[in-house]
């Protein structure tokens, strides 16, 4: 039983002292996803929707580079800093997930980093 740590160039490198995710088992963990461009690491602005559409695309492929995928999410965590717009984020976050949706917890807070908007975690199976 050994943890591997997960990096792809498809989504933002870790700009600190964390890593994209980890694999442990038949579990996939992942870092707090942001609206990051995967190139450059640059935040993409937009509105709620455009960062929710990039936070899920990010999300997506740590999850795709451990052996993953959003259809096998378990558990996500969503950090927003404007909870009047829970229904936009909502409205992009349902087209990821069509059919039954993985447990969720939303979590209003001040402040994000980079400026961000929102921010997501997930736990998923392999």
Same mark, same amino acid.
Do not use: W
């Given at each position: 039983?050994?943890?591997?740590?997960i990096e792809?160039?498809?989504?933002?490198?870790?700009? !600190?002292? $964390?890593v994209? @995710?980890?694999?442990? #088992?038949?579990?996939?963990? /992942?870092s707090?996803?942001l609206?990051?461009?995967?190139?450059n !690491?640059? $935040?993409?602005? @937009?509105?709620?929707? #455009?960062?929710?559409?990039q /936070?899920?695309?990010n999300l997506?492929?740590?999850?795709?580079?451990?052996?993953s995928?959003?259809?096998?999410?378990l558990?996500?965590?969503?950090?927003?800093?404007?909870?009047?717009?829970?229904?936009?984020?909502?409205?992009?976050?349902?087209?990821?997930f069509?059919?039954r949706c993985?447990?969720r917890?939303?979590?209003?807070?001040?402040?994000?980093?980079?400026?961000?908007?929102?921010e997501?975690q997930a736990?998923?199976?392999?």
């Amino acid at each position: 039983m050994s943890i591997e740590y997960i990096e792809t160039e498809n989504a933002p490198a870790a700009f !600190g002292p $964390f890593v994209q @995710g980890v694999r442990f #088992e038949n579990l996939v963990i /992942t870092s707090g996803a942001l609206p990051l461009h995967p190139s450059n !690491g640059e $935040f993409i602005g @937009g509105d709620i929707k #455009e960062q929710t559409r990039q /936070t899920l695309d990010n999300l997506s492929a740590v999850l795709e580079a451990a052996g993953s995928s959003l259809k096998k999410v378990l558990l996500i965590t969503v950090y927003m800093t404007d909870m009047d717009r829970f229904s936009e984020m909502n409205e992009v976050y349902a087209s990821y997930f069509p059919g039954r949706c993985p447990a969720r917890a939303a979590v209003g807070i001040s402040a994000l980093a980079k400026n961000a908007q929102i921010e997501m975690q997930a736990i998923a199976a392999r």
